[in-house]
């Protein structure tokens, strides 16, 4: 079961990413990067079973819910901020490097 | 009990799936919460009760209703920029990078670091071990939603006021 | 003592030229007084350093298990060094009071040349090859700016990213060797590196690697035969750093690296020999260019690569004395050249020898003080250029097979032509054009005063130097001389004066110009050749475009778009993988 556990912090990962590489509209990265620290923090739990020291990885884990928690509150901020300023979501819209 | 998992594990990528390819914000934020259930769901059962009730109420709480409010401020909209990497591209290297990942992880190739240290007890840990980055994120949390309220007070008067006119 | 100088060496010029940047290009007038009270501050505390030379190495602190300690010597070779570095700096700073008056964007110039002296003092005054790898690049950062100064002109930021690339190449020599030294030894310490060489622990072909790889970065950075064709371009420099980066330290960061390194590459088979031929291609083909050229900063550049081409013979000759009073003497005499031609085209505004003449009466000042140093760099007796070439010649005469004698005596006559024709075409004959000159101000005269002085003077302290050089570096094979020994050795010895009759033969031929037989096809073929540096500039041309076109060609990936970024992100992830699953980390 160990495995499958693997399986799923994996696809998890994955699927965060690829969502990152597809996605222009601001508030769906937001939603990718959520998914991607759930794979993380899935990941540290799990570590913290197999070497048995669970209380370590709790506190760590909790620390990584807060900063992720933090991450989507200030995203969703900016993202509205974004739509306020220049009427859109898409992201290549703020990008000014010459292409 | 492989059967739970089994089904926990498979329900949670579907899931994870559809909040990123589904179209519409709105659902896409539904089914974030449905991923935070079933990442709380997981936890449980791999022996963290404490952090699954966290997880629970953060991840299907907070972070839901903030998403809401932010989808109900701006609103959808279709994208129509150029796609800069495409579609298999995409995939493959995602499958083929991860899956490297999986392998090394399942087949115990990753180096591995041994645990020496006995474990405490867990409130102990958390509030005097870790207190100085407790306090820190306690403060940071409070501060990020303090500063957002300020942040987006104009865009939610504005939409306030345009409400109201019509 | 030497613990508390040697810090606030590096970090009196780096000081003031972080507030010099503050200040601002607004308040002219204390941007020249505060520079130049930082550069006088550091040439004091160097001279003071002098006083504590001794074979010890001083260590301040760990910078990390990776890297070693932040290790400083205070033997002769480095603290000699520092002293040219900061004395000739600060006669630089006070001749840019004057020269550089009513400039644009001095904060910059200032800032980036005390940045320069504070980074010469720690490149050759540390003993961890990491940290000369650091100072060198900072070196090299200060040049390419200081080059670029006038950066509206295309051509001073050609001549700029030209030097920028040739140099930056020898510093990836520089870095190899590094690396290959850290992973036999296991430290960074350059005395651990002497030591673990001369007792055999490190294989042969290695050793062999790391000679040749510190060859490379010694001839890019003071160019040397394969790399020499950046000099000249960078003499689009103001002249104040001409005389200082380009002709007294930055370009003696080679010599210094070889010297250094020497006690433990000079066993290695064919490396002296490589360094001697190096050094001898190069004298005579930047003398022959120097004949040739017709810009008077360009002559004295190919003449900054001969006599560097000297420096190098010296080495492969096997005589680090002798390379090093050289280095001294040459310091000295060509930043003053340089500073007296800067006076020369800062009045008439022309830098075309071929459009001056007959200056000697209007600038009497100037002209005395350049006659003096173009009579060092030809070899005339009692000046210290005689003493210093002298010193080489007679190294080279008994250390080496007589062809390389030969060559060297060719040199030398080709040395002494090119510097009568400089000075006859400068200050004497008919004025070719109307040019108008005036004598040079107090702040401008006084360095050249200074240097004069010590043109006539600096061979005098020519026994506690070999002396000082002899006690703190015990493993290099120093002799210890007196000045009378070297006095009744070189007038001793017959070959010296077969040496003066050949400098004679050099004056001679340009006064008989007309009469010898010289303007056949061969002497215009030579011409054509040399002006077009040998074919070296058009490889060095393709490689600057080269890498211009790379670059403009790798900005494409750079897109600013964040899935483009990921993607960027995963391929490494990919490489990482592919790594630990292939050999594990």
């Known amino acids: 079961m160990n495995t499958l556990v693997i399986i799923a912090i994996v696809s998890l990962i994955a699927i965060g990413f690829y969502c990152l590489i597809i996605t222009r509209n601001i508030l769906k990265i937001i939603v990718a990067l959520q998914v991607l620290v759930k794979g993380a923090m899935i990941a540290m739990i799990l570590a913290g079973k197999l070497t048995d020291q669970m209380e370590l990885a709790q506190s760590m884990a909790i620390t990584i819910i807060v900063a992720d928690t933090i991450v989507a509150v200030i995203g969703l901020a900016m993202s509205i901020q974004l739509r306020e300023k220049t009427g859109t979501c898409d992201i290549h819209s703020i990008s000014k490097l010459k292409r | ?166 | ?585």
């Open chain 3, 1 to 585: 003592m030497a613990g508390i100088l040697i810090p606030f060496l590096i970090f009196t010029p780096w000081l003031t030229a972080i507030l010099v940047w503050f200040i601002g290009d607004k308040h002219e007038e204390g941007l020249h007084q505060f520079a130049s009270a930082g550069a006088i501050l550091s040439a004091i505390l160097s001279l003071l350093l002098l006083s504590q030379i001794g074979d010890s190495t001083i260590s301040f602190a760990k910078i990390g298990p990776l890297f070693g300690n932040l290790s400083f010597s205070t033997d002769a070779l480095g603290i000699i060094l520092a002293c040219i570095a900061n004395c000739i700096g600060s006669l630089t700073v006070i001749f840019s009071a004057e020269y550089m008056k009513h400039e644009k964007s001095l904060a910059r110039y200032y800032s980036m040349v005390l940045l320069f002296i504070g980074a010469m003092s720690g490149l050759v005054l540390t003993a961890n090859i990491f940290m000369i790898f650091f100072f060198w690049e900072i070196t090299a950062l200060c040049s390419y700016q200081l080059i670029s100064f006038y950066n509206d002109d295309p051509n001073a930021v050609r001549g700029g990213l030209k030097a920028l690339f040739i140099t930056q190449f020898g510093g990836i020599g520089l870095m190899v060797a590094g690396l290959l030294i850290f992973g036999y030894t296991h430290s960074f310490e350059i005395g651990r590196f002497i030591q673990a060489a001369q007792g055999g622990e490190i294989p042969a072909n290695v050793l062999g690697i790391i000679g040749f790889t510190l060859i490379i970065a010694a001839t890019a950075k003071s160019a040397q035969f394969p790399f020499f064709t950046w000099l000249p371009d960078a003499m689009e420099a103001p002249t104040p750093v001409s005389a200082l980066i380009h002709a007294a330290t930055m370009v003696n960061a080679g010599v210094y690296l070889l010297c250094r390194f020497f006690p433990a590459l000079e066993a290695v088979p064919g490396w002296k020999m490589t360094i001697l031929i190096l050094g001898l291609i190069t004298i005579l083909i930047s003398s022959l260019m120097a004949i040739f050229a017709t810009d008077l900063k360009r002559v004295l550049a190919y003449s900054t690569v001969s006599q560097l081409g000297y420096m190098f013979a010296a080495i492969g000759a096997g005589s680090v004395l002798a390379c090093q009073f050289h280095l001294l003497s040459h310091a000295i005499f060509k930043a003053l050249l340089f500073l007296c031609a800067g006076a020369i085209i800062h009045s008439c505004g022309t830098r075309d020898m071929y459009k001056m003449g007959g200056f000697f009466k209007k600038i009497p000042f100037i002209s005395i003080t350049f006659i003096i140093g173009s009579l060092a760099l030809a070899g005339i007796p009692v000046l210290n250029g005689f003493w210093s070439k002298e010193l080489i010649l007679e190294s080279i005469h008994s250390g080496t097979p007589i062809i390389i004698y030969i060559l060297m005596l060719f040199s030398v006559i080709l040395t002494a032509l090119y510097t009568i024709r400089c000075v006859w075409l400068v200050f004497f004959g008919e004025p070719r054009s109307d040019l108008h000159v005036h004598d040079a101000p107090f702040l401008m005269a006084l360095p050249l005063g200074i240097l004069s002085l010590g043109t006539i003077t600096s061979w005098l302290v020519f026994e506690p130097f070999s002396r000082s050089l002899s006690n703190s570096l015990p493993l290099y094979g120093i002799p210890k001389e007196t000045l009378s020994e070297l006095v009744s050795k070189i007038f001793g010895d017959p070959y010296t004066f077969l040496a003066l009759g050949m400098v004679a033969i050099g004056i001679l031929i340009w006064f008989l110009r007309n009469k010898l037989p010289l303007h056949n096809s061969i002497t215009r073929k030579i011409k054509s050749i040399s002006l077009n540096s040998f074919g070296f500039e058009a490889i060095n041309n393709g490689v600057v475009n080269g890498i211009n076109a790379a670059s403009e060609a790798i900005r494409n990936i750079q897109t600013g778009s964040l899935n483009w970024n990921i993607f960027g992100m995963l391929i490494g992830l990919i490489c990482i993988l592919i790594a630990l699953m292939i050999g594990g980390l």
């Open chain 2, 1 to 166: 009990m492989p059967l739970v998992y089994f089904l926990v594990v498979a329900a949670l990528i579907y899931s994870a799936h559809k909040a990123t390819r589904v179209k519409g914000l709105l659902n896409a934020a539904l089914w974030l919460a449905g991923t935070s259930c079933l990442t709380s769901i997981l936890v449980y059962i791999l022996g963290s009760p404490g952090l699954a009730v966290i997880e629970l109420s953060v991840g299907a709480g907070l972070v839901t209703v903030l998403f809401v409010f932010a989808i109900s401020i701006i609103g959808d909209e279709k994208i129509t920029s150029d796609v800069f990497v495409p579609h298999w591209l995409a995939i493959s290297i995602s499958v083929v990078s991860f899956g490297m990942l999986a392998y090394l992880l399942i087949a115990q190739h990753m180096p591995s670091v041994q645990s020496e240290t006995t474990s405490p007890i867990f409130s102990d840990l958390f509030w005097e071990g870790r207190k100085i980055d407790i306090y820190l994120q306690g403060a940071l949390f409070i501060s990020g939603i303090l500063g957002i309220l300020l942040l987006i007070a104009p865009a939610v008067s504005k939409r306030i006021k345009e409400g109201k006119n019509k």
